[in-house]
């Protein structure tokens, strides 16, 4: 029955107020779009960049009969390959033969390879990290055990040192723009909702202290403020979903058509993007409701 009063009294204020309902809707609709663009771009953004520090690995180069004296033997390989795999840092380790090593490079630049009389390529193996930022201390290891400069048939040591730093500072500096992204347009939003409601509430201030003086409790006044909060918080982040539902079967295509990256690399499913702005948006339309009508309680 208490609740049914109050959904009742939330209606009225609603129609009663309908600028201000309209104007903390179209807020809640503006902060959660953003949001919601913030959280598909931030996260695509963030796969691209794992995709891309997947291609971060060791490489460890055998001689061939060109660089070293004396040949490699099946023991030395077997050795490297015991130690890349007895590493903890290390998730994968794969054997690539100077035969695929040609193969690879005739499919990637066919021009450099095509006057070639004899292969020139040695075998290899590639190691992938748990974490990129572990390739330099996996190669430091490496040659701290004697596995380059010719010896145990080792020619050398590689993990593209420029490639791999400028990999892992991009990565981290993706990361930490999309949450600070997405902290500041969660306060915004909170600060514009709340600001809304406070007209809102202002307006009918007077309404409120009759209320508390003829012995209403805080909770039977905040109940109808805060329901009208949820209500605007609802709208406008339903509002916002499907605005980012139109916008992903119309203008994603378009772009991801234009843009060159792995089958891997995607954005939070949607699903997940619109539960998140539902629960946010019910979250600070009540929470700003209930939050700015504290002082106007002190009657």
């Not at 001689?63 to 070293?68: G, L, N, Q, W």
């Not at 409120?208 to 039977?220: D, H």
């Not at 992903?248 to 058509?257: S, Y």
């Amino acid at each position: 029955m208490r609740f049914k009063m109050l959904l009742s009294e939330a209606a009225r204020s609603l129609r009663a107020s309908l600028s201000t309902t309209f104007a903390a809707t179209m807020t809640v609709l503006i902060g959660m779009f953003l949001l919601g663009v913030a959280i598909a771009l931030g996260t695509w953004v963030v796969s691209w960049s794992n995709h891309v520090e997947r291609d971060v690995r060791v490489k460890v180069f055998f001689c061939t009969e060109h660089t070293c004296d004396t040949p490699v033997e099946e023991t030395q390989v077997n050795q490297v390959r015991i130690a890349l795999e007895s590493d903890p840092r290390v998730k994968n380790v794969e054997f690539i033969s100077k035969d695929e090593a040609l193969e690879i490079m005739r499919e990637r630049s066919p021009e450099l390879v095509r006057d070639l009389t004899f292969n020139p390529l040695p075998d290899a193996y590639e190691a992938t990290p748990e974490r990129a930022e572990d390739v330099r201390a996996i190669a430091a290891d490496l040659r701290a055990k004697g596995f380059t400069d010719g010896a145990k048939g080792v020619e050398k040591v590689d993990f593209g040192r420029e490639t791999a730093n400028r990999i892992i500072r991009v990565g981290q500096v993706i990361s930490l723009i999309f949450f600070a992204l997405v902290i500041l347009l969660l306060a915004a939003s909170a600060l514009l909702i709340a600001n809304t409601i406070r007209l809102s509430i202002y307006a009918r201030r007077r309404e409120i202290e009759v209320m508390k003086l003829v012995g209403a409790s805080n909770w039977f006044v905040r109940g109808p403020f805060m329901l009208e909060g949820l209500f605007c918080g609802l709208a406008g982040s339903l509002l916002a979903v499907i605005l980012l539902l139109l916008g992903k079967e119309i203008a994603l295509p378009n772009i991801l058509g234009r843009v060159d990256a792995g089958s891997d690399v995607r954005a939070l499913a949607f699903v997940w993007t619109s539960l998140i702005l539902l629960g946010l948006g019910l979250l600070l339309g009540a929470a700003g409701s209930g939050l700015t009508l504290r002082r106007f309680l002190r009657v």
